[in-house]
């Protein structure tokens, strides 16, 4: 796995969404980049930690989105949200614990992480929210 | 002078709020919703007042019959609804008052809290003359002396020249008319007063408790029945204005300041509830004023997720356009005039999360004077002291000073303004972070929230209810609530945090902790038992106790009350030429006659001793109209001659009109001297 490049299908049309979005790829490839030289694990951990509260904010802006549209699927994505937060305070309670052994596989599941996040706001939801393009 | 005695009281309510927990459990805790259980007692006497209306006869005769019928007729429903209404009447004063004490003392009403204060008070002005009014209706002897007090009381105010109070001294004069005003101000006029009153003291505040838990209301309203099968209302005696009734029992919760208006005066008591009222309104602005910095919001770190303004008790946070040019839809505005800067807002933000350290801890929402990033400082500062194996942070709140004493070697005291201030994040960081072993969140007293919802959205955020809460991977086992009381008794920040230790001690030891033995049935049902008669005492013991004795067993009244007119200064005379002359010619007319009148000077005496001796000028502001006598003396039983005299001639010594002879007085009886205007002579009415 490698840096996420942004594809057009991670498009969702909302604004507001697909701006966190590339941020998000942005934050994801800076911590991978830092895991391919020679890390300094403080800095890893503080970069999750920013990535921990950026997906924060951006499920709650996802979910508050979805629960004023009604949308249909709000709690399998709910929960979905909810396990990509566990899996994220995972994965930075497995780099304190132990920052050397730990520099593949967290290169490997942040990457995971992220398309699986894909999975869960597609362009379907999109649909939901005609008046988007128009901010 | 007020703060020792605020500190005092507000450490009573906690005592007694914990007391009542243990009895009634968090649900059945009266102090925690003095607010909502007075608007339930209302719906009772609203209820039960329509059911009386349904028998009520609006007339002098009527009425006393018609409420008889109510108690005795109907006994098992009607006199019970009867009952029902004087109690849920008398316990609404009672929540009323300690709902305004209750505030005060946890000091909620001062700043941006001002308002939901001001539009409070108004409730007791409506409340009090509901009650006044409906003691009124009833046309015993209570009533008659309600009405008669009443009228000297509004007589004393500069709103009518003639006597009010005139019209209760006979018979004859009391008219039905008066009646349906009554019974209009009772019924309709007041209630909407009281209903517009309610929703202006609670529009603004978000998620009012309007509906007190089913508990307090199932136990407040067995407290009330069980009091109005056991003491039924009762009405004291068909009104009789010729007869002064020497004891009534009367409703100190409504009618305390009536007494006053005799053994003072009607100014007096006036001069009081005018003091005590004004001193209540200007309350909020009074010194110490202390008005910390309102939430701020940071736009880099806002998107627009809503969570501040959905948590925010006061309605202090709205969602509007963006202003910034990001792609985000709107941003969280802070209304600096309803922000109470509890910090709530930022325990809802999901930007304040302490793991962030690449960037400021700046979330989108924050308190200027204990930032987020302070917080996490200090949690630090402070855990860094800690040792031992039950090593707890407590988080306490501005509402509770006295934590710090709970400080030693294995406990740290972090002080937000409130536990919501504190984002369940924290609690996460705490504990994976290995600062301490356990977090304990105490504070304020269950259900008296200094900051109205910081206790409620905390237990929903720890307990996983409400966004954002605690991680599912936080061992909630090593977070306690001093408060949480759904299943448990309260307990003190000492004994949860106690109860905490031993929790920690058992995970160490890797056992579970032996489950809190289910309470047993009958203890909940004693329990609600104790708490359904102790709201009866509450709402009944002053019911009509004690009883006020109005006249001595061997007293009598005597009412002195009339109108005259004195006689004009000087009599109606024509104009001279030249006068005429000096006058413009449109106001040249032959006569002139001055509308001035002369004072009246009135005397009485009983057995050659003067009981009233007073010269009253004419009234009006050109003192053309009549003057108005009202007195009343207590007399003792027996013969004493009477002799009435006035001058309206301006005269200096002697009397144009006189009256003189012996009266007998039976005890407990009220005689009327009047003047009787078609024949020009006093009367001294004994009937």
Redesign the interface.
């Known amino acids: 796995m490698a840096l996420i490049d942004w594809k057009p299908e991670y498009e969702v049309g909302v604004p507001a969404v697909d701006a966190e979005h590339r941020a998000m790829i942005e934050m994801i490839n800076d911590v991978y980049r830092e895991l391919e030289g020679t890390p300094d694990p403080d800095t890893i951990e503080h970069a999750l930690g920013e990535i921990h509260s950026g997906i924060a904010a951006h499920f709650a802006l996802e979910e508050q989105m979805m629960r004023r549209v009604g949308w249909r699927e709000y709690e399998e994505h709910k929960a979905n949200h909810e396990e990509l937060l566990d899996d994220m305070r995972d994965l930075m309670d497995v780099h304190a614990a132990n920052p050397e052994q730990g520099r593949e596989e967290l290169q490997r599941r942040l990457a995971d992480w992220f398309t699986v996040h894909f999975a869960s706001f597609d362009a379907r939801l999109h649909a939901a929210f005609p008046d988007s393009h128009h901010h | 002078m007020a703060g020792p005695v605020k500190r005092l009281v507000q450490s009573g309510f906690e005592r007694i709020g914990l007391l009542l927990e243990r009895v009634l459990g968090g649900e059945g805790n009266p102090l925690a919703y003095l607010g909502a259980l007075t608007i339930f007692l209302f719906w009772i006497v609203l209820v039960s007042g329509v059911w009386l209306f349904l028998f009520f006869r609006t007339s002098i005769d009527g009425a006393y019959d018609s409420v008889e019928y109510l108690t005795h007729g109907q006994w098992y429903f009607g006199g019970v609804m009867r009952s029902l209404h004087r109690y849920a009447s008398d316990a609404a004063v009672v929540t009323l008052v300690l709902h305004i004490v209750h505030e005060w003392a946890g000091d909620r009403y001062r700043g941006k809290q001002w308002f939901s204060w001001i539009t409070g008070l108004p409730l007791l002005w409506i409340v009090i003359p509901l009650g006044i009014t409906g003691y009124w209706l009833v046309w015993d002897s209570l009533a008659q002396y309600v009405a008669l007090t009443s009228a000297e009381l509004l007589d004393w105010l500069p709103i009518f020249t003639d006597s009010m109070a005139r019209n209760f001294l006979l018979a004859e004069s009391v008219s039905n008319r008066f009646f349906t005003l009554m019974a209009f101000l009772h019924v309709i006029g007041l209630p909407l007063f009281l209903v517009f009153a309610i929703w202006l003291h609670v529009f603004r505040i978000s998620q009012p408790s309007i509906n007190p838990p089913r508990t307090l209301m199932a136990v407040s309203l067995l407290g009330l029945l069980a009091l109005s099968i056991a003491f039924p209302a009762l009405s004291q005696g068909r009104a009789d204005l010729s007869e002064v009734p020497q004891s009534l029992g009367l409703d100190w919760y409504y009618l305390a300041a009536y007494p006053l208006t005799q053994a003072w005066s009607p100014g007096a008591v006036w001069a009081l509830l005018a003091g005590c009222s004004l001193l209540l309104f200007i309350a909020p602005w009074l010194p110490p004023r202390r008005t910390p910095p309102v939430a701020r919001v940071d736009l880099d770190?806002c998107?627009?997720?809503?969570?501040c303004a959905d948590d925010c008790p006061y309605g202090a946070v709205t969602m509007q356009p963006r202003t910034d040019g990001?792609?985000?839809?709107v941003e969280a505005v802070v209304d600096p005039a309803l922000c109470v800067s509890c910090g709530i807002c930022v325990g809802a933000c999901?930007?304040a999360?302490p793991?962030?350290?690449?960037?400021a801890l700046s979330p989108?929402i924050d308190l200027p004077d204990i930032s987020a990033l302070m917080l996490r400082e200090e949690l630090e500062q402070l855990a860094s002291g800690l040792e031992g194996t039950g090593r707890v942070i407590v988080i306490g709140c501005d509402g509770s000073g006295q934590l710090k004493d709970l400080a030693d070697s294995a406990t740290a005291v972090l002080m937000p303004r409130c536990a919501g201030h504190i984002p369940p994040?924290y609690v996460?960081y705490i504990l994976?972070?290995d600062l301490a072993d356990g977090v304990l969140f105490a504070g304020c007293a269950d259900g008296t929230c200094r900051y109205r919802l910081g206790q409620q959205w905390t237990e929903a955020r720890i307990g996983r209810e409400r966004?954002?809460h605690l991680?599912?991977?936080v061992d909630s086992r090593r977070v306690g609530m001093a408060w949480e009381v759904a299943s448990a008794p309260a307990r003190t920040p000492a004994q949860a945090l106690a109860e905490l230790r031993g929790r920690l001690s058992a995970l160490q030891a890797d056992q579970a902790p032996a489950p809190r033995p289910p309470a047993r049935g009958w203890v909940r049902i004693t329990a609600r038992g104790l708490g359904a008669a102790l709201f009866a005492v509450a709402a009944g013991a002053f019911s009509s106790w004690p009883v006020f004795e109005l006249l001595g067993p061997e007293e009598s009244v005597l009412s002195l009350s009339f109108s005259h007119a004195g006689q004009r200064v000087s009599e109606c005379r024509r104009l001279t030429q030249d006068e005429l002359n000096d006058l413009p010619p449109n106001m040249r007319k032959p006569m002139d006659c001055p509308r001035e009148r002369r004072p009246l000077r009135v005397e009485l005496r009983a057995d050659g001793e003067v009981l009233y001796q007073r010269t009253l000028e004419a009234s009006g502001l050109w003192s053309d109209g009549e003057s108005t006598v009202y007195a009343r003396f207590t007399l003792p039983a027996g013969t004493h001659r009477m002799f009435v005299g006035m001058a309206d001639s301006g005269r200096e010594t002697g009397f144009d009109y006189r009256h003189e002879r012996a009266v007998t007085l039976r005890p407990g009886q009220h005689v009327v001297i009047d003047f009787d205007p078609a024949n020009d002579r006093f009367r001294i009415r004994e009937e």
């Open positions: 770190n998107n627009g997720c809503r969570r990001s792609r985000y839809e999901p930007t999360m793991f962030r350290k690449a960037s989108g994040a996460d994976s972070r966004d954002p991680r599912a991977r």
